[in-house]
């Protein structure tokens, strides 16, 4: 299975701390996600976060399919003055996702590599 890396670059006039904050905690994947309807089930399991979230995709005549995701995040200090939240997504279908974002202090703000 071939693999696609896509990276979005950006800055937010916010410390990196309040977003690592932000990104670590999974019900704010509702309004991040535009698929996500729901979040459950979350633990803290050694140190990282592990939740199951339901992806809703439309189908014809009113229909929908919800797909069950399992999802770990974890956040780390990066040196020098960085942090990283990043997450596994396993999907059912043998479908695997790794995500990450690099923040970092930047001016008045932040600088996040997504």
Avoid at 2 to 31: K, M, S, T
């Amino acid at each position: 299975m071939p693999r696609r890396i896509i990276r979005h670059e950006f800055d937010l006039a916010v410390e990196p701390d309040l977003i690592a904050d932000h990104l670590v905690e999974p019900r704010n994947y509702l309004g991040l996600s535009p698929l996500i309807v729901e979040v459950r089930d979350i633990a803290d399991v050694d140190g990282m976060t592990q939740y199951t979230a339901v992806e809703r995709f439309p189908l014809p005549f009113g229909r929908h399919l919800d797909n069950h995701i399992r999802v770990t995040l974890r956040r780390e200090d990066v040196e020098p003055a960085g942090l990283t939240v990043g997450g596994d997504v396993r999907s059912p279908g043998w479908v695997r996702m790794r995500y990450r974002f690099d923040i970092t202090a930047s001016g008045a703000g932040s600088h996040v590599v997504d």
